[in-house]
């Protein structure tokens, strides 16, 4: 099992930039793809962006496709949600995960994700 700890949400104007953090310890961080996810109050939880175990490959919901960057840093057990030209609709709390195996192949599904950080609200204003 891992423990995701995200961080660097908050307030941003329209076509402002944050950058997301998620700190990872326990099970082996490196061995695993990570992702970000997003929700909405009433809404499914929504695929955002995925990244391999070596940062090699990368994958992105159309919607940020241009806008946000997914990276991590394996030496310091961390991943990271580069965001920019954010807009209104990018409103949510945002959820960093690992995947549930060694094998990932960019699945878009939260259920191939098994650890979940607690979430960290961004709010974008127009």
């Known amino acids: 099992q891992v423990q995701l700890v995200e961080s660097g949400g908050g307030l941003v104007q329209a076509g402002g930039s944050l950058r997301l953090s998620c700190a990872a310890s326990g099970r082996t961080f490196s061995n695993y793809a990570m992702g970000w996810f997003r929700q909405t109050p009433g809404k499914e939880r929504e695929f955002v962006a995925a990244?391999?175990?070596?940062?090699?490959?990368?994958w992105y919901t159309d919607s940020v496709k241009g806008r946000f960057t997914i990276s991590r840093d394996n030496a310091k057990n961390r991943v990271y949600l580069q965001m920019n030209s954010l807009k209104p609709e990018d409103t949510a709390v945002y959820y960093c995960a690992a995947a549930l195996h060694l094998i990932y192949s960019g699945s878009r599904s939260d259920a191939d994700f098994g650890s979940w950080g607690q979430g960290t609200q961004v709010t974008v204003s127009s």
């Open positions: 990244i391999n175990w070596n940062g090699g490959s990368e």
